[in-house]
Structures are given as C-alpha cells and as structure tokens.
C-alpha cells in the first residue's frame, strides 16, 4: 500500500500566464465550487486542501482584513473538513519586508483557524514573469523572516497544527544554488521552523513529453529534486508537496489525454511518496479560466468554465479516494 497523500485543487477560475497577466472568464459560481469540492473530497471527515493566493504590494493597506483574490472568500469553502491551503504572495517593489512579514501575521490573524498550509511566497526563484515573486527585490530575506513571523504569530494563537513553508519550480544547473542560498541566509533557526517545501511542476506543458515517457519523467524530476536541490541545502529531511500541477486541454490537447497525464502524475507521487517524502498533492485548477479561449492558460481545468466535468475530473476523483 503507497503512503496516503493530502490532496487538494485550486477551485478559482483565474490563473496567471507566462506574460506577467491573468487569464480570466467567466466568475466563479460557488454553489458549483461547493459542489465539486464535495465530490473531489468524497466524503467529509477526509482531509482536503482548498487552494487560495493573496498578495502584497506596496498599496497593500495594512490592519485591516485581507481578501483572498483568487478565488474570492476562499473561506467559504474550508468547511466539512476542508482546509485552507493559503499562498502569501511578495510583490513589493520596494522591498518591504517589514510591510510584508506584517501582513503575513495579519494572514495567520484572520485564516488561521481554517487554514492548513500557509505559503509564504510564490515561486521566488522565478524572476522574468512580473506575477510571480522573483522579480521583487529581497524576495530570499522575505521568505526567511516570513517563515519566522507566521510561526511566532501560530504558536501565540495557538494554531499549532498550522504548517508552514514555501515553493519554487524545479531547479536544474546554477538555479538549483536558490535553496542553499535561503538556508546560508535563513541559518539553522530558519530550516528549523519549516514544515514543508512545495514544488509546482508542469510536466509536457511547457516542454513535450513524449507520453510512455512521462511515468521515469515524473520520476527522475521528482528524485533529483529531493537528493540534489533540498539535499544539499539541508533540506532533505523537509516533506515535499506537489503545489501546483496540471495539464491544459485544447487544440490537440485532448481531454482524454489530460485524464491520462493527471492519472500518471498522481500514480507516480503515490508510489513514490514513502521513499522520497512526498506528502501530497494540489491539482491546478478545479475549472477552465475561460473554455472558449484557445491559449494555453484558460484551460488548464478539471471541468469546463461552466463546471461541466471533463475526463480528468473524474480520474483525479477516483485518485483521491484510492490514495487520499
């Protein structure tokens, strides 16, 4: 029997694209979300991660509440065992961490209590798409002294079962030096407050895999993430959780095909989860941005923009209950 994985979906239909914008249609329908979630998780008491992201720039007023903005009041859904998985995006051009570690307690204030994992970033290594937090300065000391002030903020309030950490895409060659940088800077204070590393990964999306290939793809991308990039930086004792993955339909990307990638992907992470420290799984994303767009980032859903199911949602259900 493979190791039990926590699994979970982002249900917005918003997502960012390699330009620095946002593909977006129609809004989101919550009795739909409510709805998908509820087939997704299978039955209530079975743990399950609700994907959100919100962000800090500097107009970010601080103080007040914070909306989660993709999806909307994702607090919503953390009911009947449902769980927030919260990213804290950085986008601060100038540099505040002060401002941003604020916000970050100011987070732990507000979801706390309903939230699971708490995100601190969004792929920090990345620094030619504006969207994402790389481009931002001080992004590294933003993650170290992020990861301090959730803890502290945690245990004051008591949400001891509240995890934190952080993601970044795979790292191949000189950009796998990113981890060892954060834990020269972080020091042993900062991996000693880490709960989890996340990785979000998007294989035969950006680059073809030829499909009897994608199973040793996942495998090998998975592997050399855990022994040569956290390994080395210290962090190879740290769970490892897949954040982000999925694959769009489209011209010549057809839904069948995205069922068998999502039944691979997750096949292999299952198996692979006792041995290398995989502790579960998000899919990205529950719905379609906008399924009458052709390009690549308004389709990456498990259902259609009207929540009609494809293929894959159907797969990736029958995965949870067998592995969740």
Same mark, same amino acid.
């Given at each position: ?40 998780? %299978? ?21 007040? +509440? ?34 941003? /570690? ?13 939230? @699971? #994992? ?5 792929? +920090?290594?990345? $620094?030619?798409? +504006?969207?994402?937090?790389? /481009? ?7 993650? !170290?002294?992020?990861? &301090? ?18 993601? $970044? #895409? ?9 981890? &060892? ?7 042993? &204070? ?19 895999? &030829? %499909? ?36 769009? $339909? ?14 691979? !992907? ?25 399924? @009458? ?32």
């Amino acid at each position: 029997m493979s190791q039990r994985l926590l699994f979970g979906v982002y249900p917005g239909g918003v997502t960012g694209d390699d330009s620095g914008g946002l593909a977006s249609g129609p809004p989101d329908d919550p009795e739909r979300v409510v709805e998908a979630l509820d087939l997704l998780q %299978g039955r209530p008491e079975r743990p399950f991660l609700v994907r959100a992201y919100t962000a800090f720039d500097d107009s970010t007023g601080l103080g007040g +509440p914070h909306a989660t903005a993709a999806p909307e009041d994702t607090a919503r859904y953390a009911v009947r065992g449902r769980r927030l998985d919260l990213v804290a995006q950085y986008r601060s051009a100038a540099g505040d961490v002060d401002g941003y /570690c604020q916000f970050l307690r100011e987070l732990v204030d507000q979801y706390g209590s309903v939230t @699971s #994992t708490l995100q601190v970033t969004k792929e +920090p290594n990345e $620094t030619t798409n +504006p969207v994402l937090d790389g /481009c931002h300065p001080s992004v590294r000391e933003a993650i !170290v002294r992020g990861i &301090a002030a959730v803890k502290e903020r945690a245990r004051k309030l008591g949400y001891d079962e509240l995890r934190v950490g952080f993601n $970044t #895409t795979p790292l191949f060659g000189p950009s796998a030096s990113f981890m &060892a940088q954060l834990t020269t800077l972080g020091g042993p &204070a900062f991996v000693g407050e880490l709960d989890y590393v996340g990785l979000d990964f998007f294989p035969d999306v950006f680059r073809p895999v &030829a %499909g009897p290939e994608l199973p040793s793809a996942v495998e090998g991308l998975l592997r050399h993430h855990r022994d040569a990039v956290l390994a080395p930086a210290g962090l190879g004792h740290l769970p490892l959780h897949i954040t982000e993955h999925g694959w769009p $339909t489209g011209e010549e990307r057809p839904p069948h095909r995205q069922a068998e990638v999502v039944d691979t !992907v997750v096949r292999a992470v299952a198996e692979l989860a006792e041995e290398l420290r995989l502790s579960g799984y998000t899919h990205f994303a529950l719905r379609d941005a906008d399924s @009458s767009r052709p390009g690549l980032f308004h389709r990456f859903g498990l259902t259609t923009d009207d929540y009609t199911p494809k293929p894959a949602f159907d797969a990736y259900r029958a995965l949870i209950d067998r592995h969740g």
